[in-house]
C-alpha cells in the first residue's frame, strides 16, 4: 500500500474508534484522509466523535453518475447500505484506499480491487509516517481496549502494543 494513496474513510467506527484513542485530530490533519459528502452530512454526530473536529476533514463530492451507480448496484448488492455501496464507487473512481470496519463491505471492496484497512492499520501506518510515535499508539491501544464500546478484537489491539513495545 501507498501511504500517498487517498484513505477514504467510510465507516463512522473508524472515526469513533480514532476519537476514542485520542487519535483523531492528528489523522485529520493527515494530507490524504477524505470522507465522502454523503458520510459527512448524513452519519456524523456527536456519538461518532467531536463533530467540529471531524467537520474539518476533507471531503470528496459524489458526482450524479456514482449516485445513479449506487441505485443500480444497490438493486444488485442487497447486503450492502448505500452508504457502503457509494463509498465504495468513490474509493474506487479516486484510487482510494477504503477505511472501513464493516466485513461485508471489506469483502466486496476486496473481491472488486479495492484495498481496505481498519483502524489498526491506521495507527500502524500514522507510527511508521513517525505522525505519533510508538508510545502514543500503546496509550492509544490502552484508550481502546479500556472503552466497552470497541468492537476491535482485543487480541488484535495487544499485537500492536507489542510491536510499540519492541520498539521503545
Same mark, same amino acid.
Given at each position: 500500500?501507498?501511504?500517498? @494513496?487517498k484513505? =477514504? $474513510?467510510?465507516?463512522?467506527? +473508524?472515526i !469513533?474508534?480514532?476519537?476514542?484513542?485520542?487519535?483523531?485530530?492528528?489523522?485529520?490533519?493527515?494530507?490524504? /484522509?477524505?470522507?465522502?459528502?454523503? /458520510?459527512?452530512?448524513? @452519519?456524523i *454526530?456527536a456519538?461518532?466523535?467531536? /463533530?467540529?473536529l471531524?467537520n474539518?476533514?476533507k471531503?470528496?463530492n459524489?458526482?450524479?453518475n456514482?449516485? +445513479?451507480?449506487? #441505485? *443500480?448496484?444497490?438493486?444488485?448488492?442487497?447486503?450492502?447500505? #448505500?452508504?457502503? $455501496?457509494?463509498n465504495?464507487i468513490?474509493?474506487?473512481d *479516486?484510487?482510494?484506499i477504503?477505511?472501513?470496519?464493516?466485513?461485508?463491505?471489506?469483502?466486496y471492496?476486496?473481491?472488486?480491487?479495492?484495498? /481496505?484497512?481498519?483502524?489498526?492499520?491506521i495507527?500502524?501506518l500514522?507510527?511508521t509516517?513517525?505522525i505519533i510515535?510508538?508510545l @502514543?499508539?500503546i496509550?492509544?491501544?490502552?484508550l481502546?481496549i479500556?472503552?466497552?464500546h470497541?468492537r +476491535?478484537?482485543? !487480541? @488484535?489491539?495487544?499485537?500492536? +502494543?507489542e510491536?510499540? !513495545? =519492541?520498539?521503545?
Amino acid at each position: 500500500m501507498s501511504i500517498c @494513496e487517498k484513505i =477514504i $474513510i467510510t465507516d463512522t467506527n +473508524i472515526i !469513533t474508534d480514532l476519537s476514542n484513542a485520542n487519535l483523531l485530530e492528528k489523522f485529520i490533519k493527515m494530507d490524504n /484522509v477524505f470522507i465522502s459528502d454523503l /458520510v459527512k452530512n448524513d @452519519e456524523i *454526530n456527536a456519538k461518532t466523535g467531536n /463533530v467540529k473536529l471531524i467537520n474539518k476533514m476533507k471531503t470528496i463530492n459524489s458526482t450524479p453518475n456514482q449516485l +445513479i451507480e449506487v #441505485t *443500480n448496484l444497490a438493486k444488485i448488492e442487497h447486503k450492502l447500505s #448505500t452508504y457502503d $455501496i457509494l463509498n465504495f464507487i468513490i474509493a474506487r473512481d *479516486n484510487n482510494g484506499i477504503l477505511a472501513t470496519g464493516d466485513n461485508r463491505l471489506k469483502l466486496y471492496a476486496e473481491g472488486h480491487g479495492i484495498e /481496505v484497512i481498519r483502524t489498526l492499520k491506521i495507527i500502524d501506518l500514522m507510527l511508521t509516517r513517525k505522525i505519533i510515535s510508538p508510545l @502514543e499508539v500503546i496509550k492509544a491501544c490502552n484508550l481502546l481496549i479500556e472503552n466497552e464500546h470497541t468492537r +476491535i478484537p482485543k !487480541t @488484535e489491539i495487544q499485537k500492536l +502494543i507489542e510491536k510499540c !513495545t =519492541i520498539k521503545n
